[in-house]
Nanobody, 115 residues
Framework: QVQLVESGGGLVQAGGSLTLSCAASGSIFRISVMGWYRQAPGKQRELVAKITSGGSPNYADSVKGRFTISRDNAKNTVYLQMNSLKPEDTAVYYC?????????WGQGTQVTVSS
């Protein structure tokens, strides 16, 4: 069974930075697509960024140039570096592991950006 544990959320002022981490259990991490999603109150969960097993990233238009996703396969960990944060980035951020049509989710970590 895959377990994902996120950390690094918190409260930050607009223009600030945060780095989220997601540690995965199990041996499938290095062959999985890893992603970060977010869900704001009253809105659907949306993709923020994802990274293939080979390290190729993909970003939502709303975060391009501000967020960076990376992974460390030796540590079974994926990161989301968030810079120039805006109040509209406020949401619960979820880590996702996708492999062979299976999705696994973390418990989520709150990110709040004050104006």
């Amino acid at each position: 069974q895959v377990q994902l544990v996120e950390s690094g959320g918190g409260l930050v002022q607009a223009g600030g930075s945060l780095t989220l981490s997601c540690a995965a259990s199990g041996s499938i991490f290095r062959i999985s697509v890893m992603g970060w999603y977010r869900q704001a109150p009253g809105k659907q969960r949306e993709l923020v960024a994802k990274i293939t097993s080979g390290g190729s990233p993909n970003y939502a238009d709303s975060v391009k140039g501000r967020f960076t996703i990376s992974r460390d396969n030796a540590k079974n960990t994926v990161y989301l570096q968030m810079n120039s944060l805006k109040p509209e980035d406020t949401a619960v951020y979820y880590c996702n592991l996708f492999i062979i049509s299976n999705n696994y989710w973390g418990q989520g970590t709150q990110v709040t950006v004050s104006s």
